[in-house]
């Protein structure tokens, strides 16, 4: 079982690119989440699928945050224009109709 | 949102210590999860704790979960280096969400 893999691992850019994060979940997982850590706030949910579908947003901060989930296999999370106080990790993880979850090593986004 | 607050926010022991961490909350959960996190990594769910007054063990590590399912507490006896990392409070909340605390931060020195 590879488990749920996240790509990149790191990512810079600078305040107003676009980014976009890619998680695939673990095969035969049927909800995915999206969820950001940093220091101050520690983990937080952004968004939950449940069978590709969104049935929860409400943690997404605000409209530059999007998120779609166009099979059962593949999930973006993308922020246009990005800001430096993006800047965290941001966290894949799936289950299979609950808990628990199985996170991804995450991707690194820095915002200069 | 259920906050959970998690004490003490950083630990440094050393080898062969016992410790306990603490997760507590003003709202009932119907579980608890304990994960423990190594840098660079993602969480590692470690027990779930279900009923108020539970206590698990996995290995040196002890879990309980309070009576009225508000708190929980993890002892870790005799600590080793391999224990460093950052541990992680999640209560259950509208049975998919987990809402996590900020967590403890271990760090077990030889």
């Known amino acids: 079982d590879a488990g749920v893999i996240q790509s990149p691992r790191h990512e810079v850019t600078e305040m107003g690119q676009e980014v976009t994060l890619r998680c695939k979940p673990i095969s035969g997982h049927n909800s995915l989440f999206w969820y950001r850590q940093t220091m101050m706030r520690g983990l937080e949910l952004l968004i939950y699928?449940?069978?590709?579908?969104?049935?929860?947003d409400s943690g997404m901060p605000e409209d530059r945050f999007s998120a779609k989930m166009p099979n059962a296999s593949f999930s973006t999370l993308k922020i246009q224009p990005s800001e430096p106080r993006d800047s965290a990790v941001y966290f894949c993880?799936?289950?299979?109709?609950?808990?628990?979850?199985?996170f991804g090593n995450g991707t690194r986004l820095t915002v200069t | 949102t259920q906050l959970l607050e998690q004490s003490p926010q950083f630990l440094s022991i050393q080898e062969g210590e016992n410790l306990t961490v603490y997760c507590n909350s003003s709202?009932?959960?119907?579980?608890l999860q304990w994960y423990r996190q190594e840098p660079g990594e993602g969480p590692v769910l470690l027990v779930t704790?279900?009923?108020?007054?539970e206590v698990k063990k996995l290995k040196r590590l002890t879990f309980q979960f309070g009576d009225a399912r508000k708190d929980s507490s993890l002892h870790i006896t005799a600590a080793q280096p391999g224990d460093t990392g950052l541990y992680l409070c999640?209560?259950?909340?509208?049975?998919?969400?987990?809402?996590f605390g900020k967590g403890t931060s271990l760090l077990v020195t030889p």
């Open positions: 709202s009932v959960f119907s579980s």
């Open positions: 993880a799936s289950s299979s109709g609950g808990l628990p979850l199985h």
């Open positions: 999640a209560g259950e909340d509208s049975g998919y969400a987990l809402n």
């Open positions: 704790v279900v009923t108020g007054g």
């Open positions: 699928f449940n069978n590709n579908v969104p049935i929860d």
